[in-house]
């Protein structure tokens, strides 16, 4: 195992108390951090204008990846990032140097912005145009680079993590004790499991002290893969001061750093980006290590005697350890139902039955770092007198708890990810070939659902602004874009467009923490401002997820060709390929050469490997969004304000564009935008405004503004000016002989409160979790939930305020398995589901029972649904049989779907029929049309056994325009001679710039 990382070794001789229930153990809860020395380029090197960098057209990788047979296929290159030729300039102003127009452009291609140039809109640049200040010079957005509780130092070495400005959780905080080492203790019930024990912490070097451990240490952690500052003294024979800091961190711009003023030379903008961009932030990660770094046997102890339901279960075990490659792993004991056991070596599941002996021994594994999973099931019959048993061990395995630098995820607002999905299945068409600039596709779309969608939130953890931009519509249930800026901590460089960032799976990367991705080293995957941490164990055959995103569903291999069969999943070794595989049964590739985005198969099989409907133009030297464009959604054009920070993101219709040239260069437009973003702040203030101008609206119309401000309690949210405004403000204070913090978020409108809530926070390896909150805090009719979580930090039980109690069960892939919830006279439902795929990531249900449990513990089953899937013929085919508790009449619906191989391009992905459960069908086809200027209709028609009733059924014929839109709607009614269909209705639809329906 290569041996290249540097830590600390910090003894803690106390205990961290854990507010989880089924929590971590204390041993691995992180309880100090290690403290960065910063590394500041000096003054001169900051405040002087950067000078134009030569931005150069980038190429795709050059990778051609390797797709399994049978995969309908797109395929398309990757989009270059240039700074764009053949750009009309704008005349030279007074003072300013003259930038002349190159031949062969059309200065009608420049938007004036004249929209945009109000009093809160001052922006006057346009696409592709130059960009200084009244006195001719560069304008200069710098940010001294500095070190607090909340920042990493920038790096002083060729490829060393740098996190200075990117969003971040704040890192818990340091406990230390004077008080001897405690004993183990362990203490095992129904549905707690908490160990106490000393801890060592070790943390990987990020900063250039030497480090405490011997270089020949085999017990100490390899996490980190990057050279520390010591490392570059060693070889120079010099000093790393300020100045070599900042120097190595500007040579380093184009190897995963930003931690020096760069220059964006598609707007002669320049400003320090102090290592904001997503895509260049190379993740660290903490160990954290008992203090008695011996191998232990985990014991498993839960016993439920009759009556018992599948809600029954022992707690699910999720942690981390060291393997020293020389222990074989094994696993014996008690169960009944069945327990699956992942660890070093050793991946088992016992068979199902009564109370029964299980065993297993695991193989010889290298040195290294792996998961430990234990999940225990209960059968969902209820015989009389069923129990719920698990006991016995699985080791000896030696603990370790790896922390990501940043341990929180944004996570996407309900719906946010999603809520484009409706349109992205109308209208439209399959990709081409290619791509390359020559066929991008400008279309007279007039339209654009664009800007839609808007999300505001602010919490104790972060902020987040988003809009809907970047539909596909028609292309196999690929997911809608989102822009969007988020936060977790104040920055100057929020304010400046390196904060942008853009969410969908076509433009996620991977970004590992050495050169490659490796054994025993970490990896990030970045979605927008949202990412997920993982580690690849120490054999190589899989990568598992830590900290918060310990808490998502995905599952994580190696393949060798893009597909989402199993038989492709290799070793490391033998890959070239990561997947990372959703319970939607999708999957996105990632490509380990490039470690760029590759390829996502969607839930229904299609497969996109880039994508020629969009494309995104950055500077090629900081990576800054200069430009997005979507084919059936148009442009977002992002400028910097002339004087001051800020920026004006401008959307424009697909009419309104004109292709580039060549590869990289930016979009040219006519005519203004028909929304505005326009983003200002005060970082004195630490507060950041967004004004949002929908221009198709009378332009007296007040814009919608939103403020964040952040504070010590998290971020507070102000929406609109003036006196009559809706603020929400949050207090954080920390809880009495408690490491627990609260915070009381009011809401209130001009000045008057409408809501109070308070809600208490524990810091955990899984980032904060919400243990409570107290709706109406302060008044006599407050009332409080309080929430508990596993080992994943998975919400796993909610008592609500009346007391009524919500419990949930994950498999070890994540999926629910039971669900409990409240019922009448004391009694609760349980949910029961069994999937299709035992051992997959697959959440289609194969089994889902409702039951009620009665306050004695009595089991009586409601209902059963039974599935059945079957694809033929392009065509997947799910059939629902359900039956009643009493009843020996089953009830069935069927839903049949054309898949992605489908030969009809208007089909693919969508419905051919449902049947419900009176029998009743309706049944689709799908057809290409020049009639009402549409692209193709769909006509549903309701049918029995697949033949119209005469006098009885209907039929719908909508014609679907390019853009997704219903230009027309027409009803028919057969009549009773079962030959004519009559027209009852037709109306013709007509839609606004922002696809609304007029």
């Known amino acids: 195992m290569r041996n290249k990382h540097n830590f600390h070794i910090t003894a803690d001789h106390g205990s961290a108390a854990s507010r989880m229930n089924n929590s971590a153990t204390a041993e691995e809860i992180l309880v100090t951090g290690a403290s960065n020395n910063p590394l500041t380029p000096s003054e001169e090197e900051v405040q002087k204008p950067a000078s134009a960098l030569s931005v150069q057209p980038q190429s795709s990788n050059g990778c051609t990846p390797e797709v399994a047979s049978g995969s309908p296929v797109s395929t398309l290159s990757n989009s270059s990032e240039n700074k764009p030729e053949g750009v009309n300039l704008p005349a030279a102003a007074e003072g300013e140097p003259s930038a002349e127009a190159e031949s062969g452009s059309s200065a009608a291609t420049n938007s004036t912005h004249t929209k945009a140039m109000n009093a809160n809109q001052t922006n006057s640049v ?17 940010v001294q680079p500095s070190v607090d509780a909340n920042t990493n130092a920038c790096a ?28 183990v203790e362990t203490s095992v019930s129904d549905n707690t499991i908490t160990h106490t024990q000393p801890i060592t912490t070790n943390t990987m070097s990020t900063n250039n002290d030497i480090p405490t451990v011997p270089a020949d240490d085999e017990s100490a952690a390899t996490l980190m893969n990057n050279a520390t500052a010591a490392d570059v003294e060693s070889a120079t024979g010099s000093s790393t001061t ?14 995963g750093t930003d931690c020096a003023t760069t220059s964006d030379t598609t707007m002669n903008k320049s ?27 985990i014991t498993l102890g839960y016993s ?36 699956s056991i992942s660890a070093p070596g050793l991946d088992y599941t016992s068979s199902s039955g009564a109370t029964h ?20 099931s209960n059968i969902q019959s209820h015989p009389a007198g069923n129990v719920s048993v698990l006991t016995g061990s699985v080791g000896p395995v030696t603990f370790r708890t790896i922390i990501p630098d940043e341990n929180d995820e944004v996570e996407c607002d309900p719906c946010s990810c999603t809520c484009q999905a409706p349109s992205n299945t109308d209208g439209g068409s399959q990709p081409g070939n290619a791509r390359a600039v020559e066929n991008i596709t400008i279309v007279p779309f007039t339209s654009s659902s664009g800007g839609s969608g808007v999300v505001r939130t602010a919490n104790a953890r972060h902020m987040r602004f988003a809009f809907a931009f970047g539909s596909f519509r028609g292309m196999g249930n690929v997911p809608g874009g989102q822009t969007e800026i988020v936060a977790f901590n104040y920055d100057a460089s929020l304010l400046t467009p390196a904060a942008l960032t853009y969410k969908h799976p076509l433009a996620s990367v991977l970004v590992p923490e050495g050169d490659s991705v490796d054994a025993n080293e970490g990896f990030r995957i970045f979605d927008g401002a949202a990412y997920a941490n993982y580690i690849v164990s120490g054999d190589g055959s899989k990568a598992f997820a830590v900290g918060a995103t310990s808490k998502k569903s995905e599952v994580v291999r190696f393949v060798a060709a893009i597909s989402k069969d199993d038989s492709v999943v290799c070793n490391l070794s033998d890959a070239s390929y990561v997947r990372v595989s959703s319970a939607d049964d999708s999957a996105v590739f990632y490509d380990l050469e490039s470690n760029e985005f590759a390829a996502l198969i969607t839930s229904d099989g299609a497969t996109i490997l880039a994508d020629e409907k969009l494309s995104i133009i950055r500077d090629a030297e900081t990576g800054i969004i200069r430009q997005i464009w979507n084919y059936w959604d148009g442009l977002v054009d992002v400028v910097p304000a002339t004087e001051g920070n800020g920026y004006t993101i401008s959307l ?11 590869d990289g260069q930016l979009f040219m437009f006519t005519g203004d935008p028909f929304k505005t973003f326009t983003i200002s702040g005060d970082a004195e203030t630490q507060s950041m405004t967004i004004r949002e101008r929908d221009w198709s609206l009378p332009e007296n119309t007040p814009d919608y503004v939103t403020t964040w401000t952040h504070s010590e309690a998290g971020w507070n949210k102000v929406i609109g000016e003036e006196d009559d405004v809706i603020s929400e403000t949050r207090v954080k204070s920390p809880i009495e002989d408690s490491d627990d913090y609260q915070i009381v978020t009011t809401v209130s409108k001009g000045g008057v409160v409408a809501s109070c809530v308070c809600e208490v926070f524990t810091s955990s390896v899984n980032g904060e979790l919400c243990i409570s909150r107290t709706e109406a805090y302060g008044s006599d009719i407050a009332q409080t939930t309080t929430f508990e979580y596993d080992e994943a930090g998975r919400e796993v039980k909610r008592v609500a305020h009346h007391g009524g109690v919500y419990e949930t069960v994950y498999d070890k892939y994540g999926r629910v398995t039971v669900e409990s919830t409240p019922w009448a006279g004391g009694q609760k439902q349980l949910t029961s ?25 009595g089991v009586t089953d409601l209902r059963t649904d039974t599935y059945t899937y079957t694809e033929t013929d392009g065509v997947r085919r799910v059939e629902i049989n359900s039956t009643a508790a009493g009843s020996s009449f089953a009830q069935n619906e069927v839903e049949e779907t054309w898949l992605s191989t489908a030969e009809n391009v208007y089909a693919r992905g969508r419905v051919k029929m449902r049947q419900a459960v009176n029998g009743v069908q309706t049944h689709y086809e799908y057809a290409a049309t020049a009639e009402h200027n549409a692209l193709y209709t769909v006509t549903s028609e309701t049918r029995v056994n697949g033949v119209a009733v005469a006098g009885q059924s209907r039929r719908t014929v909508e014609f679907i325009s390019a853009a997704g839109n219903t230009l027309r709607r027409e009803e028919y009614a057969l009549l009773a001679d079962g030959e004519t269909w009559a027209l009852l209705s037709g109306v013709t639809n007509t839609y606004d710039v922002k696809n609304r329906l007029v």
């Open 304 to 339: 439920k005697e009759h009556p018992s339901s599948s809600g029954d279960v022992h707690p699910s075990i999720n942690r981390q350890c060291y393997h020293d490659g020389n222990t074989i792993v094994s696993a014996s004991g008690s169960v009944d139902d069945s327990v």
């Open 242 to 255: 300020n100045n070599t800091a900042a120097a190595i961190a500007s040579a380093n711009l184009n190897s």
């Open 156 to 183: 002083a070495s060729p490829g060393e993590t740098e996190q200075v400005s990117s969003p971040q959780a704040e890192p818990m905080s340091a406990v230390f004790s004077d008080s001897p080492n405690d004993a």
């Open 357 to 376: 002996s299980f065993g297993a021994t695991g193989t010889s594994v290298p040195a290294g770092y792996y998961d430990v999973s234990v999940t225990h």
């Open 652 to 662: 424009y219709l697909p009419s309104q564009l004109t292709a580039p040239v060549e």
């Open 126 to 142: 346009s696409s592709g145009r130059a960009e200084e200040d009244a006195q001719g010079n560069s304008c200069v957005q710098t």
């Open 271 to 297: 400003y320090t980006t102090k290592c904001s961009v997503a895509r260049h932030n190379k993740p660290s990660f903490n160990v954290i290590a008992p203090m008695s770094d011996e191998p232990q046997m």
């Open 833 to 857: 589901t069994i999937y299709r795929e035992a051992n997959s990531y697959n959440s289609d249900p194969a089994k889902v029972v409702q039951s009620v449990v009665s306050a004695s513990g």
